[in-house]
């Protein structure tokens, strides 16, 4: 299990709206599960797979068949100014989706949403300007397309990253691309293994020079006694990460360093835990340090799920773990706190913090499958000196799934000047047999401006949908 990494799981299906909202995954259509297999997002661990893939347990394996889904939703989409900073702006949304499977080596998800301005400043155009006005934002008429899987010998995934960790995560951990609302890019992840060597890289934007790294991994044991009988229980890991800041604004480039070993202690069938310790920090830049120690387990059963992750860290000289991580696309231009610089230049206390994070998905029928009764995401640090960092995201089915509540929140330096808030939530009923379906969405956002600030804003968006998950 050790070598299920993040970023082969199915095809997402994003909800309409901006930013915030676009991250909470799209609610379950309840009978899609034995449809579409297996998500292709990078925030869910893929499978120990060779070809065709070997089920977890819990799953039921199935012979590779092409599967479909064909998606279109109308609704209204409209931004709100908050503490009086700009105007309000209403739109006409229209989101076609178009997917296709076959088997979890290959499988593509198609669409965005067009947003036609129906009131609000008239020198916007007709079509939101902002959705469309670089490059980089071509790349969100791909959601997702996978060419092999985590572990073939190699694999390729582009679309959005959410939630996304960098193998170990000491570096880039729950990080989401599409934070800043007016950036759309398409990112790309590339895994391969040459013997006792796993190698992650990624870029956050295909279509610019923005946020690229990867983590090299080597397994001790295949080294020193050939290969064993199961690959990834004692590792060595090395990563690197740069910000190239010339994508999505730009801004101050930042690289950083970690080193990671890892040793399985405990293999059980549906259940493994580790430990792990390393140490990193910010290449040209003195005395900026950081260590780290700690311990997770994982656990599968036919209907349950779960990863649980504790760690006791370091940092001094301003190096942080999880630097890159979900409120960078934000703080890359205004850090929390006080003093309103880019998180790049932002004074970062020396001390001591807690992490822990959870991952869960629950079905009553059984695990496999894209949807859940439950699925639930958190991650939380709380530093020596009094800041607390958290975010998560909770969906829940109800009433024989025809009824999906998701929510999503983020706070960054809790407990001290200058916190940051940021929630969504979306409600979609499925009716008429679940051929169609009402949602209603809303939530906060922060725009970056021209001179460095963030502005505040929120979106609430109501609307119709018809698909063929049923």
Known sequence: ?????????????????????????????????????????????????????????????????????????????????????????????????????????????????????????KDGGVVRREDWDTLSDWGQLVRSLKLGSDNSPLGVWFGKLESYSLLNGHLVRRYSHRANPDYHPAAGVLTGTLGPVYVEAFSSDVLGARLMGAEAELDLEHVLFGKPQQEGRYTLGLSAVHDWGRAGGRAASVTLAHMD???????????????????????????????????????????????????ARRQHGGFRQGFFGPDY???????????????????????YSA????????????????????????????FSWGRLDMDGRMAVQLFER????AVKGLAVGAGKPGARYLGAAEVRWRFLGGKFYALGTGGTLLFPTTDGTLRPGAFASVGLGVDNAR
């Open 329 to 351: 696309e934000l703080a890359r231009f205004q850090a929390v706190g006080p003093a309103g610089v880019p998180l790049a230049d932002a004074p970062f206390p020396d001390g």
């Open 402 to 405: 025809s009824l999906e509540v």
């Open 355 to 382: 992490y822990g994070e959870a991952e869960v998905g629950w079905d009553a029928v059984r695990y496999g499958g894209l949807y859940k009764h439950l699925k639930l995401s958190l991650g939380a640090e709380v």
């Open 261 to 311: 070993a890892v040793a399985v202690l405990v293999v059980r069938p549906g259940f493994e835990a580790h430990v792990f310790a390393g140490g990193g920090g910010r290449p040209g830049v003195g005395g900026a340090w950081g260590a780290v120690a700690g311990a997770g387990a994982d656990a599968i059963t036919p209907t349950l799920k779960m990863a649980l992750r504790l760690e």
């Open 1 to 121: 299990m050790r070598r299920k990494r993040s970023w082969v799981v199915a095809l997402l299906l994003v909800l309409p709206g901006v930013s915030w909202a676009e991250e909470i995954a799209d609610p379950p259509l309840p009978e899609e599960v034995d449809e579409i297999e297996e998500e292709t997002s990078p925030e869910s661990p893929p499978k120990d797979a060779e070809s065709p893939p070997a089920p977890e347990r819990g799953e039921v394996s199935r012979p590779a068949r092409w599967t479909n889904l064909l998606r279109v939703e109308a609704a209204t989409w409209a931004l709100l100014p908050r503490s009086g900073m700009g105007a309000d702006e209403g739109y006409f949304q229209v989101e076609p989706t178009l997917v296709f499977e076959r088997s979890p080596e290959f499988g593509v998800n198609l669409g965005t949403p067009l947003r036609l301005r129906v009131w609000g400043p």
